[in-house]
């Protein structure tokens, strides 16, 4: 079979989120979906997804292989596809966007803000969370005192954090209006980083924000708790 040949109403349930293949099924033998113009009853014909025109109840579906979704995560939602507590980044996702097989491709704690990227691509999520990858983050800080010269050699030189881990070297620019604020730029991601790096120094993240990943900015119009769908060239820009 070629690759991008499927049935059709495992194609009309995977890119309309609110129709399942049992939905879609009725709809075909409702003579709802047509194929390049002909009614197609029968649920088990195959299509060639992005080549044949598909329409379901009069409106012509685009095809989408996977879907990339740029959130401004707000506090107190967890990045994972499940949580017995706290709710989850995939419930700040509108019905239009929502995907099956949607996940968050990276991890902010509970309590940051910014910028997360969902979707359902696992070959991109692979490579821009691979450990080899060394894709820099950018986080805006606030501290609970002010900074001090003398961070700047402790992340270039690669610090030491509690539980012994060793960071890689890392890079703190100033912000001149506000003493107690920074932006901290980091190659690798481990667990609560930024906040035991202050913490070493004898400091404490107040707030934290990830406002870009690789070549990719947070959208300054995206509001808190706002998700913006991204083309897979957007999200190339990570690499
Ligand atoms: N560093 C942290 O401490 N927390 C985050 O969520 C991201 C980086």
């Given at each position: ?11 009309i ?26 009614i ?12 044949d ?9 685009s ?34 966007l929502?995907?099956k ?65 060793v ?55 995206l ?17």
């Open positions: 079979m070629k690759a991008d040949m499927m049935r059709i109403d495992k194609y349930s995977s890119q309309i989120s609110s129709v399942s293949r049992k939905d879609a099924k009725a709809l075909c033998k409702k003579g709802e979906v047509l194929v390049n113009g002909s197609v009853k029968n649920s088990d014909e195959k299509i060639i997804a992005g080549e025109i598909v329409t379901v109840c009069g409106e012509d579906i095809y989408k292989k996977h879907i990339y979704i740029m959130l401004n995560k707000p506090r107190g939602y967890v990045c994972s596809t499940k949580d017995g507590k706290s709710p989850t980044v995939l419930e700040l996702v509108s019905p239009e929502f995907r097989g949607l996940f968050p491709a990276g991890r902010l704690d509970k309590d940051t803000e910014g910028l997360v990227l969902l979707t359902d691509d696992g070959e991109i999520s692979h490579k821009i969370l691979s450990p080899k990858s060394h894709i820099e983050k950018k986080y805006y800080v606030e501290l609970k005192y002010p900074t001090q010269e003398h961070y700047v050699a402790e992340f270039e030189k690669g610090m030491q954090i509690d539980g012994g881990d960071c890689l070297p890392a890079r703190i620019e100033f912000i001149p209006e506000n003493k107690n604020a920074c932006y901290v730029y980091l190659k690798e991601g481990m667990y609560h980083q930024v906040k035991r790096m202050f913490k070493k120094l004898s400091n404490k993240v107040v707030f934290l924000k990830r406002v870009q990943i690789g070549g990719l900015k947070l959208d300054e119009n509001g808190t708790g706002e998700c913006l769908e991204l083309l897979h060239k957007d999200v190339e820009k990570i690499l």
